[in-house]
């Protein structure tokens, strides 16, 4: 009702999946239809810094892929502690690709958890220029939903566990 009763920027649609079929479904069927040349993976419960998407365009003009950095953040006062500093980590789901390298790579197996770490076990395997950013660009929620800390879907679980296998 809140999208319906509201007006948007005619360059915004919303797309409705009228069953949960997991993130990297949709992610490769949005993927399917954008009009732009490049995607940008990017989780709903991260953070990202101001000017992340015009860092990250501006970093790939001379790379077919960028992965920015991230430090993890647990509550909303932690705000306090962000920095845009050069001590981060780089994870495997946010990234900025050519849309046309993604399609001919498949996109991401249709998995649960895990296919944003299979993707990049094959995309380190092209042997393509990948830019890692040299500043931290988004902070990375960490919460007790997340399905990288459920028992079921967890690191050491047995569903990643499986996937490990397949990929």
Same mark, same amino acid.
């Given at each position: ?30 993927? @399917?239809?954008?009009?732009?040349? =490049? $995607? ?7 953070? /990202? &810094?101001?000017?992340?998407?015009? #860092? ?32 981060? @980590?780089?994870?495997?789901?946010? =990234? $900025? ?7 001919? /790579? &498949?996109?991401?197996?249709?998995? #649960? ?55």
């Amino acid at each position: 009702n809140y999208i319906r009763n509201k007006n948007f920027d005619f360059r915004v649609r919303f797309l409705f999946f009228q069953n949960n079929v997991g993130p990297y479904v949709i992610k490769n069927s949005l993927s @399917k239809i954008s009009k732009s040349d =490049f $995607l940008l993976f990017f989780d709903s419960d991260d953070i /990202m &810094n101001e000017g992340m998407v015009q #860092k990250m365009f501006d970093s790939n003009r001379h790379n077919t892929f960028v992965k920015p950095m991230y430090v993890e953040f647990s509550q909303p006062s932690d705000k306090t502690t962000w920095t845009e500093g050069t001590n981060g @980590k780089f994870g495997e789901g946010v =990234f $900025l690709i050519k849309k046309e390298l993604f399609l001919s /790579m &498949n996109g991401f197996e249709g998995w #649960k958890v895990a296919a944003d770490s299979d993707f990049m076990g094959r995309l380190y395997k092209t042997n393509l220029n990948i830019l890692h950013t040299q500043r931290v660009l988004f902070h990375r929620r960490n919460h007790e939903n997340s399905l990288t800390i459920h028992p079921d879907t967890n690191l050491s679980s047995r569903t990643r566990g499986e996937y490990h296998f397949l990929s």
